[in-house]
């Protein structure tokens, strides 16, 4: 099982890494590698989220303190200490680390905070960050900082091609550490601490431990992706880095795609990030958020177990969606509507509503059936 | 290693040393200087009315409080300061009253979680392998592959049972595990709790079913308002007198 998702998750990012050498056959606009790498981006940061709060149950609302470390990271020392680009990204990897296992060591020291303190400290945690940034004249001190685009070498390609291919790796490596994460003895340890810590702990499980790796590895791969985006940014300033849409999103596409199993926040990424795309080329303006709200209350009330779980336990309506997804896209090229993320936004759209409709399989959340007075409640379950 | 104040004469050394633990929650007493040797394959009884600190004892045992005063010794070694993770890594395992089931898992990786973290670690493979091993013991085999929310309160407190055998302990601490349950399942669960002493372990047992105590433990300890009232073989213990006033004047007869 695991072996043969490794096989194709290689055998995807093989073929995807390959994608930018055809288009001087093919000639497609420069705009879908950009598109692509946005993708891969929020694939990265939605899988480091998961790692943390999928895995283990703790929600965080800090990814955008590993995010926008990573980016700053990544833009002063290139900017402003002359340091190789390429050597930035595995210090910003360490650093993002760093901030993680400090974050950490806090919040699972102190009694394990859970639920909304923890969301809290973490959500403070990026506050913190931001204001230095505004105050920290070396950070960036309200100045802004612009980068520059950094040498490479020539066999790598166009600069989109770099940031796609660079984006690739880190949503690579993303996913294959949420993948092997989840079929070891680590993994398993998680998902217990999420269900029941204490009696994980009771069980043998160190749950200190497991949680300081799992928020570690969740840090140091959003300080990556961070550290990649800093290049498709070019200009940097506190809040444009440092506000509410990564932390958000993320949350969004990670319970929305399913947060356990390493394609939930992969399918959710890639369909919540064509939805938005759409609304905001769609010329409702804010009128968009609106719309997008809409859905994303829909998805939650009819599939809060996530898509993949409705994709994984409905093979039929699966098969649906996926038809629906290629014959909306087709249909919509052959209109001839927008360009072709618009026709894959349309399938996408089509497919996800296929999935939601009709009734809720019977909800298997970790929290939806902790029950407190077990001996009577037997009969109850079944409404 | 022999244990610090084993009586000589004892038939076989003490797997479980409690010296004189007291335990405060505040300025409330809930343990005070409760002292207890439980050997090697014995299994012991600890009863007392509501709040006379047996479930107290039960969590500085498996780690969950620490002690205020005295000293948890197991096989001789101090546990009292370890994480409940090293204690279960040593042997020691509990059930608990209300099941906890990991919800989100079927019956059978609840036990394989168990086999991997335990006092004997295992691979994801093998942990899933032992786990139909302990889920016969138990009687859940047909259940495997249900989740927890979809079996009874009976077979959920099998399963506590099963992940707590799971982690392949030297001293089983069980929590009522006989609570809720009518008396055909009462017999079933005795079954089991018999197959599992006779498998070599030692078990300190809390619980209300009388019948249950008498029947399994070969020895009963009684507390009361956080201290040791009595301590010896069931029929000696269920005639003291101060036993009847503080416990079966109050309890036995209710409960039945």
Not at chain 1, 1 to 18: C, G, I, P, S, T
Not at chain 1, 110 to 115: A, F, P
Not at chain 1, 183 to 212: C, N, Q, Y
Not at chain 2, 236 to 251: K, T
């Amino acid at each position: 099982m695991k072996h043969r998702q490794l096989a194709v998750l290689l055998a995807a990012v093989a073929a995807l890494a390959f994608v930018p050498n055809l288009q001087d056959a093919t000639g497609f606009p420069v705009f879908y590698l950009v598109y692509a790498y946005f993708v891969f981006f929020w694939i990265a940061q939605a899988t480091s989220w998961n790692i943390l709060s999928g895995y283990t149950g703790y929600f965080s609302f800090g990814q955008g303190a590993f995010y926008g470390l990573g980016v700053y990271a990544a833009g002063d020392l290139v900017s402003r200490e002359g340091v190789n680009y390429f050597l930035t990204i595995p210090i910003a990897g360490v650093l993002g680390g760093l901030l993680a296992a400090g974050v950490g060591a806090l919040a699972f020291r102190l009694g394990s905070l859970r639920g909304e303190i923890f969301a809290l400290l973490t959500l403070a945690v990026t506050f913190t960050l931001s204001a230095i940034a505004q105050l920290s004249t070396w950070v960036d001190g309200g100045q802004g900082i612009p980068i520059q685009i950094p040498e490479y070498p020539a066999f790598l390609g166009e600069y989109q091609d770099l940031v796609y291919r660079l984006g690739l790796a880190v949503a690579f490596l993303a996913v294959l550490a949420a993948l092997l994460i989840e079929s070891s003895r680590f993994g398993w340890g998680l998902f217990a601490i999420r269900d029941e810590e204490d009696v994980a702990e009771e069980l043998g499980v160190p749950t200190f431990r497991h949680k300081m790796l799992a928020i570690t590895i969740s840090g140091t791969l959003g300080a990556l992706s961070g550290a990649v985006a800093a290049l498709q940014v070019g200009y940097l300033t506190p809040e444009g880095v440092f506000n509410l849409t990564v932390p958000l999103l993320v949350i969004v596409m990670a319970v929305l795609g399913g947060r356990r199993h390493w394609l939930g926040p992969v399918i959710g990424a890639i369909v919540i990030y064509s939805l938005q795309e759409r609304l905001t080329n769609s010329g409702l303006g804010e009128w968009g958020e609106v719309v997008l709200g809409g859905i994303l209350v829909l998805m939650i009330l009819f599939a809060p177990e996530g898509l993949y779980e409705r994709i994984r336990d409905r093979p039929r309506r699966a098969a649906a969606a996926g038809v629906t997804l290629v014959v909306a896209t087709v249909v919509a090229g052959l209109i001839g509507w927008g360009i072709a993320t618009d026709w894959l936004s349309t399938g996408l759209i089509a497919a996800t509503l296929v999935l939601l409709a009709g009734r809720p399989p019977q909800r298997t959340g970790a929290h939806a059936h902790r029950r407190l007075a077990a001996p009577r409640a037997e009969g109850a379950e079944g409404a | 290693m022999s244990a610090t104040g084993t009586p000589p004469h004892s038939a076989s050394p003490a797997l479980l040393e409690c010296v004189a633990v007291g335990k405060r929650f505040g300025g409330v007493h809930a343990l005070d200087g409760v002292s207890l040797t439980v050997a090697h394959g014995e299994v012991v009884g600890l009863v007392g009315p509501n709040g006379s600190g047996k479930s107290t004892l039960i969590g500085i045992l498996c780690g969950a409080h620490t002690p205020t005063a005295g000293r948890v010794l197991l096989d001789g070694r101090r546990i009292d300061r370890l994480g409940p993770h090293q204690r279960s890594h040593l042997g020691v395992a509990r059930t608990h009253q209300i099941p906890k089931p990991f919800e989100s898992m079927t019956v059978r990786d609840n036990v394989a979680v168990a086999c991997m973290f335990g006092r004997v670690s295992q691979t994801l493979g093998e942990a899933r392998r032992s786990a139909e091993e302990h889920l016969e013991v138990v009687g859940l085999t047909a259940q495997a592959d249900a989740r927890p929310r979809e079996i009874n309160l009976h077979q959920r407190q099998l399963l506590e049972l099963a992940r707590a055998l799971a982690t392949r302990p030297t001293l089983l601490l069980l929590d009522e595990v006989l609570a809720g349950l009518n008396p055909a399942e009462v017999d079933e669960a005795l079954g089991v709790l018999r197959a599992i002493h006779a498998g070599g372990a030692t078990i300190v047992m809390v619980e209300h079913v009388m019948r249950a105590v008498t029947g399994l433990a070969g020895r009963i300890v009684v507390l009361d308002r956080g201290t040791k009232l009595a301590d010896g073989a069931p029929d000696a213990v269920m005639s003291d007198p101060a036993v009847a006033r503080a416990y079966l004047g109050r309890e036995h007869g209710a409960r039945g």
